[in-house]
């Protein structure tokens, strides 16, 4: 059974950057596609953006525009998201999830912790 | 891309049965049949209940089904069980290779 790694829990200072990763671990997704979820605290699921690499494709949340980069990995079944210039309000658990066909995100990682405070 | 709506709670008694909406536009949940529904427990990742509106991925019990009419889907749990209270979030595929999650619903079962 595949499953989603992610990295670990990250504080940081406003204006800096964070890249978490998520790696499948139990198995190969191949040239999958990922996407990247967060949910900040006491909040529902926001989707951020998505990957496809087998085409190249990436796309992003209109919100997050200009600050966020999804990247996959194939060789180490690795996927990533940078986000730039941290507000307090990005504070959130950030989510990779495997993207089966655009029809459902089908496998969770267990989430990033990133927290945001001077 | 505005997020889908859903009621903020819902409860019920064990056995009896829940539904939640999920209210979307013509160009997310009534322009394609990928709305999916997950269920997240307290301090644990989410985990798909329903796929494509009304398919249930292996090992999701039968007690959940889902439908849709329009722009509305909704995820119905029938014979409620304790271990089922959690919040419930639908996303749906919203073209463009974008999706769009709902704010999310606690059920409470009583």
């Known amino acids: 059974q595949v499953q989603l790694v992610q990295s670990g829990a990250e504080v940081k200072n406003p204006g800096s950057s964070v890249k978490v990763s998520c790696k499948a671990s139990?198995?190969?997704?191949?040239?999958?596609?990922f996407g990247w979820i967060r949910q900040a605290p006491g909040h529902g699921l926001e989707w951020m953006g998505v990957a496809i690499p087998f085409v190249g494709i990436t796309n992003y949340a209109q919100e997050f525009q200009g600050r966020l980069t999804i990247s996959a990995d194939e060789s180490t079944n690795t996927a990533y998201m940078e986000l730039r210039n941290l507000r307090p309000a990005d504070t959130a658990l950030y989510l990779c999830a495997h993207l089966w066909g655009n029809r459902v995100f089908d496998i969770w990682g267990q989430g990033t912790l990133v927290t945001v405070s001077s | 891309q505005s997020a889908l709506t859903q009621p903020r709670s819902v409860s019920g008694s064990p056995g009896q049965s829940v539904t939640i909406s999920c209210t979307g536009t013509r160009d997310d949940v009534g322009a394609y049949k990928y709305v999916s529904w997950y269920q997240q427990l307290p301090g644990k990742a989410p985990k798909v209940v329903i796929y494509d509106v009304d398919e249930r991925p292996a090992g999701v019990p039968d007690r959940f089904s889902g439908s849709k009419s329009g722009n509305t889907a909704s995820l119905t749990i029938s014979g409620l069980q304790a271990e089922d209270e959690a919040s419930y979030y639908c996303c749906s595929f919203a073209g463009g290779n974008t999706h769009v999650f709902g704010g999310g619903t606690t059920l409470t079962v009583l």
């Open positions: 139990g198995g190969t997704l191949g040239n999958s596609d």
